[in-house]
């Protein structure tokens, strides 16, 4: 009888052992395909932001069209494909309330919506000097900043992240 119940507790140690095992091992595999989205979607804005961003200008080669008109529409509208395609690989790993309102900073980024219009990508409220009274060189950091700010937890442990929300 003791024999019995010592092979009836090894199995169900070794099923329980088994079923730990099998569940840290699909999390390590989501955890590493979301640091890849994220890593894909940082790399994505690379681009841009180093066209953008003036702490990555070398002074030895000024920008000759730093004001020209169209300059902050065509830097973005060059990587938005890209853009596009990581983002949309990159959501997916956000939790619901992540996703919310990395859809709202999306949405920031690269949207004008009109009453009764479908959405749809615009890129063009980036095409003149300013936009809404805003520089759009600095209104695209802000928003791209925005954005790559989801990509921080990614690479955080888990322990971490749980501990600080």
Not at 21 to 41: C, H, L, P, W
Not at 70 to 88: C, D, N, S
Request: with cysteine.
């Amino acid at each position: 009888m003791a024999n019995n119940m010592s092979v009836i507790f090894s199995l169900i140690g070794t099923a329980i052992g088994g079923l730990i095992g099998y569940n840290t091992a699909v999390r390590v595999s989501d955890r590493k395909e979301m640091q890849k989205a994220a890593i894909d979607f940082h790399e994505a804005f690379l681009d841009a932001l180093m066209s953008l961003d003036q702490k990555y200008y070398c002074r030895e080669n000024p920008d000759p069209d730093e004001n020209r008109i169209g300059k902050v529409y065509y830097i973005l509208h060059r990587t938005f494909p890209q853009q596009i395609k990581a983002m949309l690989r990159f959501r997916l790993y956000l939790s619901a309330d992540k996703r919310e309102k990395f859809d709202e900073a999306w949405k920031e980024y690269c949207r004008y919506d009109v009453d009764g219009e479908p959405e749809y990508p615009f890129l063009e409220k980036y095409f003149e000097n300013k936009w809404e009274a805003r520089d759009t060189r600095e209104y695209a950091l802000e928003n791209i900043n925005r954005l790559l700010s989801f990509v921080e937890n990614a690479h955080r442990s888990p322990f971490e992240i749980e501990m600080n929300g």
